[in-house]
T-cell receptor
Framework: GAVVSQHPSWVICKSGTSVKIECRSL??????MFWYRQFPKQSLMLMAT?????????EQGVEKDKFLINHASLTLSTLTVTSAHPEDSSFYIC????????????FGPGTRLTVT | QQQVKQSPQSLIVQKGGISIINCAYE??????FPWYQQFPGKGPALLIA?????SEKKEGRFTISFNKSAKQFSLHIMDSQPGDSATYFC?????????FGAGTRLTVKP
């Protein structure tokens, strides 16, 4: 089956620093990848849609200068949380859509970010 | 705007019983309806999905029932097992726009 990986699985950083999270589709090509944020016991909130070779599309209310997204290849998208603050602490999950004719989104295992 | 409403918020079922989770959507343009299973600290895993031209889809113990006119769909888990205890999310999608329900925390008691 389609596999999406994320790295790191968890990260602790200090306020004011930046953190990069990688999302990779391991066995399929993904023109489109998605970044979600999930708070404890809540649903997934779409942050942005990442398109290979073009600028990401951000959801309303998501600061594009704070959450930098780069989709440099058909298998890799990165999310950089810049100048992180404790309120950015959350579970970040990426997903990738298999472009081979089906519409399923496959999710990564998530990255737990804690900002101290 | 909550485009996908999911109920119940939590569900407790005895082992061997049937778990039923319901979702309702608003946008009739949605054309893909997946269900995801999520364990604590893990990403959601695709469980089963349906397109609106089909009224029911079954995969093992999991069945989706879809009512296009009512704009509702549901997940049935037959012979529920303790290992099914997880949070389940329904979703409705149109191309890149996927909207999730609030989630149902299922507990299957042995």
């Amino acid at each position: 089956g389609a596999v999406v990986s994320q790295h790191p699985s968890w990260v602790i950083c200090k306020s004011g620093t930046s953190v990069k999270i990688e999302c990779r589709s391991l066995d399929f090509q993904a023109t489109t990848m998605f970044w979600y944020r999930q708070f404890p016991k809540q649903s997934l909130m779409l942050m942005a849609t990442s398109n290979e070779g073009s600028k990401a599309t951000y959801e309303q209310g998501v600061e594009k200068d704070k959450f930098l997204i780069n989709h440099a290849s058909l298998t890799l998208s990165t999310l950089t949380v810049t100048s992180a603050h404790p309120e950015d602490s959350s579970f970040y999950i990426c997903s990738a859509r298999d472009e081979s004719g089906i519409y399923e989104q496959y999710f990564g295992p998530g990255t737990r970010l804690t900002v101290t | 705007q909550q485009q996908v409403k999911q109920s119940p918020q939590s569900l407790i079922v005895q082992k061997g019983g049937i778990s039923i989770i319901n979702c309702a959507y608003e946008n009739t343009a949605f054309d893909y309806f997946p269900w995801y299973q999520q364990f604590p600290g893990k990403g959601p895993a695709l469980l089963i999905a349906i397109r609106p031209d089909v009224s029911e889809k079954k995969e093992g113990r999991f069945t989706i029932s879809f009512n296009k006119s009512a704009k509702q769909f549901s997940l049935h888990i037959m012979d529920s097992q303790p290992g099914d205890s997880a949070t389940y999310f329904c979703a409705a999608s149109l191309f890149n726009d996927m909207r999730f329900g609030a989630g149902t925390r299922l507990t299957v008691k042995p």
